[in-house]
């Protein structure tokens, strides 16, 4: 276990090698953090940070097998020795449709969008409350709010995780975790690519996101942020 310096944060971010998440990692380590980043491909985390060091712990962490996330919490806190944040950052932005007829295809959008979330959740959760300011950001996303396309599945998939940080917020109020759903509208990654409806330029830029994940985790215990709502262009229904 490293030595902590007094005001470090050490924080978990799911799905860091590319996108948003990677992203939020580069942001919060501008800014001193300690990070355990997680991800199917370590290979992509060292290849942008380096060997794994005092401030910087890798985890193979794969939604689809459930004793990555055990094994990632476990090695993350053997290596700092503490928790202070999660960012369920990780997604899967399969476009299923209504009528289309492949539960298979459901079946892997509620594992990576809301099972495996609520799985890092509870593991972190003993360790967040040790510090009396744990927090959790839950990337969700618009989609979780309302409806504008017939992408069933992920539209299933993030009002779920919408129900999941609302319920953890409800049961770790009294330890001092702080539970905000992040829920932007279109970010220019890899999974807004399909869309023509606006362009990369007018989308979300994915700094904008990394700064609002600092702050949901930098706001004080009486200034808890549940839901943050995050457009890039107006819409009728909000
Ligand atoms: N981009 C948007 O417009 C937008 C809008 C609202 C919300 N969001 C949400 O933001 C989050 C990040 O999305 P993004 O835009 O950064 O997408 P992205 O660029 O496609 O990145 C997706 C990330 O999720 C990881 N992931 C996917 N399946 C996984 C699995 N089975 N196990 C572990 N990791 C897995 C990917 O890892 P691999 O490299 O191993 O595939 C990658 O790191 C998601 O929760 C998404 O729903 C995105």
Redo the contacts with the bound molecule.
Sequence with gaps: MIGQRENTKVALI??A?????AEVARYLRRHGYYLSLG???ISMLEKEHGAQSSTMHFGR????DRNSAKEWVQSAVEHFGRIDALVN?????NRLGLLDDDEDALDELLE??VKAPLRLTRLCLPHLAKTGHGRIVN?V?MSGKRVRNEHVGYNISKFAAMGLTHTTRHVTWDQGIRVTALC????K????AYTSKVTPEEMTQPETIAHLVKTAIELPNNAAMAEMLVNCRLEDTL
């Design positions: 799911s799905g090698n590319r996108g948003i998440g991800a199917r491909d962490f794969d939604a689809y950052n990780a997604g899967n932005g990576v969008n990337i996303s932007p509208s279109f970010v990654t890899e999974m807004s």
